[in-house]
């Protein structure tokens, strides 16, 4: 059909023309489809369908999918509408609180404001690195990048410009770090975790973030990190790529000695 099954369904809508329900039950019932979506009547007559029972599967009065019955017995076609009626309750019943499941879980463990994972994920994915013996990692690259000024720009431009902020620093982490695990650990604070890294790869992303940071006028980072191989412990890789962080922090403030001022205030 050249479609995505996207495409297919969104048709279903204009298909039923407003209605809950469609029930072809002969060729010449078919050809109200024929009509409304020759594309699709066209798929269905190759594969010899010659009657069709439609129902919206609906919540709340919003669609959240379509149920439907192909070559059925038309002299059943009272019951096996009323059984497409009660089916199409109970599964879009189901769909919805799915759906609703899928949203919470990604409000659960997504930063809304940045679009990277927030620290909820943090913690499980790091409980679940420890726990999982079946597949163990090789290497493992940890950093964590503090955006300096936050505080900064919050008190003098409000907290509107901090998040434009924040978006434009997780968005250039997301550039550098585009094949690892990248988290908001606090509100000014990234960790990214990188799998399968090498030692140099690391420290190669790590100097270009520092590079494109200290080029872009308005996102800086302290960035520290920390490398680990043969018996990985993330928790000491965490520490020790926090330490960097806090020393790169310190040198940050050494060169520009009014902006630990202004921070403290």
Request: hydrophobic fraction near 40%; glycine fraction near 6%.
């Amino acid at each position: 059909m050249n479609r995505s099954s996207y495409e297919v369904a969104e048709s279903f809508e204009k298909i039923l023309a407003g209605s809950d329900c469609l029930i072809l039950k002969n060729d010449n019932d078919m050809n109200i489809l024929k009509q409304r979506d020759p594309i699709w009547y066209n798929s269905l007559k190759s594969f010899s369908v010659n009657s069709i029972v439609m129902y919206s599967l609906k919540f709340n009065e919003e669609i959240v999918g379509f149920i439907w019955a192909i070559n059925f017995n038309t002299e059943n076609a009272l019951k096996i509408k009323e059984t497409l009626e009660l089916t199409s309750f109970f599964i879009g019943s189901a769909v919805a609180n799915h759906q609703l499941l899928k949203r919470l879980e990604v409000m659960s463990m997504v930063d809304m404001l940045t679009g990277v994972k927030n620290r909820n994920a943090m913690n499980r994915r790091v409980d679940k690195f420890i726990d999982d013996k079946i597949n163990p990692v090789q290497t493992l690259g940890v950093a964590f990048a503090d955006l300096n000024g936050l505080k900064i720009l919050n008190d003098s431009q409000g907290h509107t410009a901090g998040d434009i902020l924040l978006k434009k620093a997780a968005a250039l982490l997301t550039s550098v770090f585009y094949d690892s695990e990248i988290y908001r650990a606090g509100g000014d604070e990234f960790m990214i975790l990188c799998f399968g890294i090498s030692n140099d790869e690391l420290e190669r992303r790590v100097e270009k973030l520092k590079s494109i940071s200290e080029s872009s006028g308005n996102v800086s980072f302290a960035v520290g990190c920390a490398f680990e191989t043969g018996d990985i412990d993330i928790h000491r890789a965490m520490i020790l790529a926090d330490e960097e962080m806090y020393n790169d922090k310190q040198q940050y403030y050494k060169k520009f000695p009014e902006r630990r001022r202004q921070h403290s205030l």
